[in-house]
């Protein structure tokens, strides 16, 4: 996703508020990390992808039982494509899956967009931490309703390997966002082959996924709310398997889709639901960028507790607020909530990511309450989606 392009989303989307996810010239560094050799993770200790500067980058906790710990491990997977002429551009969600026993990834991927444009890559990840490596399979990329331009970002995988995505489409008036479902074989399929059917093509400002149930998942969108999907869900691209209509595309669209709010944005500082997390006891986490909120629910949008929350009297102005602006989250294995702060600032530009003002934060919890975030890494690029997986 362009930094100028969301900046523009987000200085439209304020001003949205207040009336009523590519290339980058960012030098795409790994920041600044409390770091020591990646051979200090053991086999066992989950691992957190993130995407920042168009790069892809891995961090796992050196000792995730101290709450107050900063120090982690850093490897470098993936450099960007202005960096490195055979790097690749990376962002938004990711998600970690396995097929066969390969451990798999889907990241946006916008090497050198609008031609190609955007999609999603799927990447076997091989390694473990100091030693992985991310190879690439084969891409997703579908057809865009008309608005601000293709924008990669949510993704989910169903419990029979069907993929999930979700492109943010227009940001400030409309609803163009789109939900698809693709369809395996993902491996050795050249890209434009992977049968798809879209399931929504009318979300305002899509974001991230969660996937709760074989036949259910959630996904949010910033103008929207957080949003139920259930089942049954096309089987393929045909009518024969559920997907009975096209869009204006000519692309396959399904017939009808089974779709309820379950979070309105607004109440509890939830202003813009960007981020979706599992929570302990069959709930969620939500974040919301703008007000630099984490807030945590149940499966049915009830509110439970406000987990992140900016100080009282803090601002984003030329620094962001304290606490960061949290955008991408993701619950690792041992039960923390990450989340990637992509350093909003308000400049004469607007609002959007400072330069070198982003960072990777961490909220351990003691007895199930949670403690004050946790700066794990620096001074980053627009660091957008979060994903993890444990060896």
Known sequence: MS???????????????????????????????????????????????????????????????????????????????????????????????????????????????????????IFELTGEMGTLAASQQSKLTPTYQPGDGPENYGCGILADGRILTTDVGESVTGASGQLIIWFPPFVGSAEGEIAYCKLDIELPTAQSILVTGKEEFLVAAARGGVFRYSGPFPTGNTPQEGCSSVDTNGSPLAGSINKETVIEPGDNAMATPAGLAVAPKGGMYVSSVFTGVINEYDLDGAFRRQILAPAEGDVVDDEPYETGTPLGIVTDSDGNLWYADIGLVLDDGGIGPGQGTGTLRVIHFVDDEPQAPVIVAEDLAFPDGLGTFTP
């Open 3 to 121: 930094h100028k392009f969301f900046r523009t989303i987000l200085s439209l989307l304020v001003l949205a508020l207040l009336g009523a996810g590519c290339s980058t010239d960012d030098s795409g560094d790994a920041g600044t990390t409390t770091t020591t050799d990646a051979t200090d993770a053991t086999d066992s200790d989950p691992i957190i992808l993130s995407g920042q500067g168009n790069n892809l980058d891995a961090y796992s906790l050196q000792d995730d039982e101290s709450a107050d710990n900063t120090s982690a491990d850093h490897q470098r997977v993936i450099t960007n494509a202005g960096d490195d002429p055979g790097g690749l551009d990376i962002n938004a969600q990711l998600c970690v899956f396995d097929v066969d026993g390969k451990r798999m990834l889907i990241a946006g991927e916008d090497t050198g967009q609008p031609d190609p444009p955007a999609g999603w890559g």
